[in-house]
């Protein structure tokens, strides 16, 4: 990577679970948090971890370490997704299940978090080892997980499918079908309406709001999406339906940059056919490091963790971050974003509409009746909406950046409630 070396890019960068707690830290010293919620919240209330055998196309048996990491259940049932992956690792599940009560508690939806995931590479994988993982996974946490205990919900390289089958194997060990045990399924199945695009749009929503503080609209503000899956095609296609200009995409495989915009409908179409980003023909190839740092006022990363670091935030030309990834940004990055006065909008807020609707979800499968979409994204629009004024507000009020005023908010929350409840010690 280009750039020069300064002080900060001789330091180590942090990790999901350690920019977490360094975050954390922060939000619990100006809240003044007492000395024993601060150790409590600061670590997960259970981490399962298991060793699933399962027999290959092959013949040959092979072992997958999973986990489950729950980190509260003080506002209501752990909720979080579950990603597979070869590079899942207990401290990012740690990381992330923590994020997830925050998540929940800056939209103020009744759940704590959790989140889960399986070291395996999907790409290796037939569909029928996948299934078998998924289900023998499922089968190891199934005591621990359920519609009043923990929910789970796609992530990585998880989706519909895969949350079928969780359902599935479930409701054989229960012995009825129990609907309400994940959310993100097939709407077949008992999924909402509006699931599969309300992460992506809960990222526009934010971005949106952030635009009308700017006084900037959507014809021209230029959008750079690194992802191109469940989140980050999602947000592509809307913000493209809405009018902001799309002008660079990245995947996996390289990125992809047009200054005039990019053809998302085309490159969708090119995507589910088969094709990888960087193969489009409607653009320039661009590498996937090099387009975060292109011109442009909204970067939204919707991949991975940890992309935009104390190496890269200098270089960082957008004004409004708005994540749809998880943890995309480390702490250290934080404070060099914030002086040079990009306008982030934190995962636990920004990438927030796909737990809301998985709220949306598990209501209606509680209650056996369903929304239709519009009621769905109405509702939806509504608490992305009003959160975004919340932490904005209370940035506001308490002098500090939108991050660290999502974290006290949702802390604050998370509070409130231990208090009302007692500590059962
Ligand atoms: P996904 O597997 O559907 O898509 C991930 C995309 O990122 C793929 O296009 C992949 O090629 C690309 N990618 C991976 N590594 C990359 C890299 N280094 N550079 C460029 N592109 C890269 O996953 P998803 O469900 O869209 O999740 C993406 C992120 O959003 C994750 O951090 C996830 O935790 C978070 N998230 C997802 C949801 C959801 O509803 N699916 C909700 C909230 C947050």
Redesign the pocket.
Known sequence: MGGSMGVMETERELSVYESMAARFDVAARKLNLDGGIYHYLRKPNREIIVHIPVIMDNGKLEVFDGFRVQHSIARGPCKG?V?YGPNVSLDEIRG?AAEMTWKCAVVNIPFGGAKGGIICDPEKLSVQELERITRRYTAEILDYIGPERDVP?????T?EQTMAWIMDTYSMHVRHTVTASVT?KPIDLGGSRGRRE??GRGCMIVTDQALKRFGRDRASTRVIV???????SQAARLMHEAGYKIIGV????GGLINTNGLDIPKLLEHVRSGGVVPDFSGGEKID?VEILEQDCEVLLP????S?ITSRNAARIKARILTE?????TTAPADDILFDRGVFVIP?ILS?AG??TVSYFEWVQDRQGYFWPEGMVNERLKHIMVQSFNDVVAYGEKHNVNNRIAAYMLAIDRVCLTLKMRGIYA
């Not at 990245?250 to 495989?253: E, P, V, Y």
């Not at 919707?302 to 963790?305: K, L, P, R, V």
């Not at 749809?324 to 995309?328: F, L, Q, V």
């Open positions: 997704g990603r992330l919900a796609p992530d990585m390289n989706n993100g309300a992460t690194q992802g191109f899956g469940n989140v980050g990245t995947d996996i495989h996937n919707a991949a991975t963790e992309q749809g990834a998880n943890s995309p995962d990438n796909g737990v």
